[in-house]
Nanobody
Framework: QVQLVESGGGSVQPGGSLKLSCVAF????????MRWYRQAPGEERELVAG????????NYADSVKGRFTISRDNVKNTVYLEMSMVKPEDTAVYYC?????????????????WGQGTQVTVSS
């Protein structure tokens, strides 16, 4: 069964740190680029960070550059989002996303997968 399972969310004070994890099951994780998105109440879902399948390249939203770091471990089928110097505006549900659009995805798999999300709340 294909799944992306996020964990590590919770409540944190402004200026604090949090590390999110997303474990992949049931598809060839190492072939897919991975991304973290977030969605705040009443807002559209927005891209936070992305990483290539081999982990060599990353990209970030301007709002999180210098504060968040995306990384992956293809042996553990896991992508991470390390959040530091968090702000109240970082409060959102964070989703991991697998993107197979740049590869020849084997026929039994989909091009895109979403996790179920994990809540991050930044408040004093």
């Amino acid at each position: 069964q294909v799944q992306l399972v996020e964990s590590g969310g919770g409540s944190v004070q402004p200026g604090g740190s949090l590390k999110l994890s997303c474990v992949a099951f049931g598809f060839p994780f190492s072939l897919y680029a991975m991304r973290w998105y977030r969605q705040a109440p009443g807002e559209e879902r927005e891209l936070v960070a992305g990483i290539t399948s081999d982990g060599d390249r990353t990209n970030y939203a301007d709002s999180v550059k210098g504060r968040f770091t995306i990384s992956r471990d293809n042996v553990k089928n896991t992508v991470y989002l390390e959040m530091s110097m968090v702000k109240p505006e970082d409060t959102a549900v964070y989703y991991c996303y697998a993107d197979g659009s740049t590869i020849a995805v084997p026929a039994q798999y989909e091009y895109y997968y979403w996790g179920q999300g994990t809540q991050v709340t930044v408040s004093s």
